[in-house]
């Protein structure tokens, strides 16, 4: 009996370490399972997936961000636009004006119909 005992704490002792990561990502994937059975119970299995119909991805979002107004990092919210691609977005607005429409980001370095089509419902111009 004391022999087993032994053998039990060897096990345990000599790579405790592993142990830890195999415990964190059992909760991380025990939280996502979790998280996801929750979402579907209340009806929003859809949240956050990306639909091919505009009109479908557009009611997912839950805000809007203006092209004229926000900030680079309020900008680097939208799909497909990281830290240095909305920093282009605010410098371009400073030196050449106001966006009329978002198709305007396609005067920018980086953003094409394939980058707008893809955050074209969470994107608006106002003045």
Do not use: H, Y
């Not at 009996?1 to 096990?11: G, R, T, Y």
């Not at 142990?19 to 119970?41: K, Y």
């Amino acid at each position: 009996m004391n022999d087993s005992k032994a053998e039990q704490e060897l096990v345990f002792s000599k790579r405790p370490v592993q142990w830890v990561i195999v415990l964190m990502i059992s909760c991380v994937i025990l939280g996502r399972m979790l998280s996801r059975e929750a979402l579907l119970r209340a009806g929003m299995e859809s949240f956050g997936e990306v639909e091919s119909d505009p009109s479908t991805r557009e009611s997912a979002w839950l805000t809007q961000v203006n092209l004229n107004s926000a900030s680079a990092r309020e900008l680097a919210l939208l799909s497909g636009v990281g830290p240095v691609l909305a920093s282009r977005i605010v410098a371009d607005r400073v030196s050449k004006g106001a966006f009329e429409s978002v198709d305007d980001l396609q005067r920018i370095r980086g953003i094409g119909p394939g980058k707008i089509a893809e955050f074209r419902g969470m994107a608006i111009v106002t003045e």
